[in-house]
């Protein structure tokens, strides 16, 4: 059983943002917290009290309110963009039933054959 190399071979520059975190360091911040914790609640509860909650305490207050925002936006955007969909399939029925072709809607619009196919499948279930 060979080991695996996980540093660099020969001249490599690795920039510092490439730094993954070790096992180890990873350990001492944990028990950073613990023992802030363990022998001084009061003060390991405070944001200045380790490097790891004075990173929590630097992020926005309202970051759920944030987050609950950008999850309604996302959702009003795929609402718009399935309504956008099925007006596409529509167009497209309507075209295919005035007897174009799907090489013909393709060109006319700038899209490929693949998209005006698979729009026109869409488009097979429903009788709007």
């Not at 809607?105 to 499948?121: D, H, K, P, Y």
């Amino acid at each position: 059983m060979t080991a695996e190399v996980t540093r660099p071979m020969g001249h490599v520059d690795v920039p510092n943002t490439f730094h993954r975190e070790s096992r180890m360091a990873r350990f001492i911040r944990w028990a950073d917290d613990y023992t802030l914790w363990a022998f001084n609640p009061p003060d390991a509860l405070a944001p200045g009290g380790s490097p790891t909650r004075r990173a929590i305490a630097d992020l926005p207050d309202d970051l759920a309110a944030t987050l609950r925002d950008l999850e309604n936006q996302r959702c009003q955007v795929d609402r718009h963009l399935e309504d956008l969909n099925d007006e596409s399939a529509r167009a497209v029925r309507l075209l295919r039933r005035r007897g174009w072709s799907f090489g013909r809607i393709a060109a006319e619009t700038g899209i490929s054959n693949q998209r005006v196919a698979q729009l026109a499948r869409s488009s097979l279930g429903a009788a709007r």
